[in-house]
């Protein structure tokens, strides 16, 4: 018997459309949303938003596709709605990638990333058509503080100029470095040692090409690692301006 899916989300829309539609995000911020910011901080406010249409979406969409497959394993094969929730990150990805491409070319860290998790999210589509378990649990793991950072981003770029603005960066830092580091720092690095343990017993072998899943971990974990170093970059760079603010009451 296949798996039953829900008929009010069964699938989401095919990846031409959800790429149109977050190109069209994407517009609308640049030229309306924030036509009035400057030049220099415009694309990246307008990455944001599409961020933001991507983000806490693809957490609930991913969640109730998994939990709406009760076959779900690391190994399983890939449902309907599995596979349209990748595709919806497929297409967030292309968008951003095409923003970073045109706006931030020497950025080849973010290009970089870019390539590499849609390498993941197309394998694991397109070529295994197994692991969406595995890779949506990422997904989650990865876009559960998309909100608070995209918010925290928006108010990094306006705080020089903007009082409301710094002050709300100012407000969001320590809550959001703290669930980042949770996220990124302790329950990433548990989950990817689970999906480790179980790719390397050969559990999938015959399932899924051994090449996509080694991939997909080194991927994984290469992100993970630079996710560390940046949250912890973060972490020193607030200790320092709270240390200089006390000092100056002081003196």
């Keep these: 018997m296949g798996t039953q899916q829900s008929p009010i989300l069964s699938s989401l829309p095919p990846l031409p459309i959800l790429f149109s539609f977050f190109l069209t995000v994407y517009l609308i911020a640049y030229f309306l949303v924030f036509r009035s910011w400057s030049p220099k901080i415009r694309p990246e406010a307008s990455s944001c938003l599409i961020s933001l249409a991507h983000g806490t979406p693809a957490v609930f969409f991913s969640s109730f596709a998994i939990l709406s497959d009760p076959s779900t394993g690391f190994a399983a094969p890939n449902t309907r709605l599995q596979n349209s929730v990748l595709d919806f990150s497929v297409a967030y990805f292309l968008m951003d990638l095409l923003h970073y491409l045109l706006f931030f070319p020497g950025d080849v860290l973010f290009i970089g990333h870019h390539l590499a998790t849609l390498f993941v999210f197309l394998t694991c589509r397109y070529v295994a058509s197994r692991g969406a378990f595995a890779v949506l649990t990422l997904l989650i793991l990865a876009e559960v503080t998309s909100l608070c950072q ?87 760079e607030l200790y320092r301006d709270r240390s200089g603010k006390l000092e100056k009451k002081v003196t």
Aim: hydrophobic share 55%; net charge positive; glycine share 4%.
């Design 150 to 236: 995209n918010v925290w981003t928006l108010a990094n770029a306006r705080r020089r100029d903007v009082e409301f603005a710094a002050k709300v960066y100012d407000f969001l830092s320590p809550p959001f470095y703290v669930l980042y580091s949770i996220v990124r720092g302790f329950v990433g690095p548990c989950f990817v040692y689970r999906m480790c343990a179980f790719y390397a017993s050969g559990a999938a072998e015959g399932l899924i090409p051994r090449w996509v899943w080694v991939s997909w971990i080194v991927v994984v974990m290469s992100a993970i690692s630079v996710s560390i170093m940046w949250i912890s970059n973060l972490w020193v």
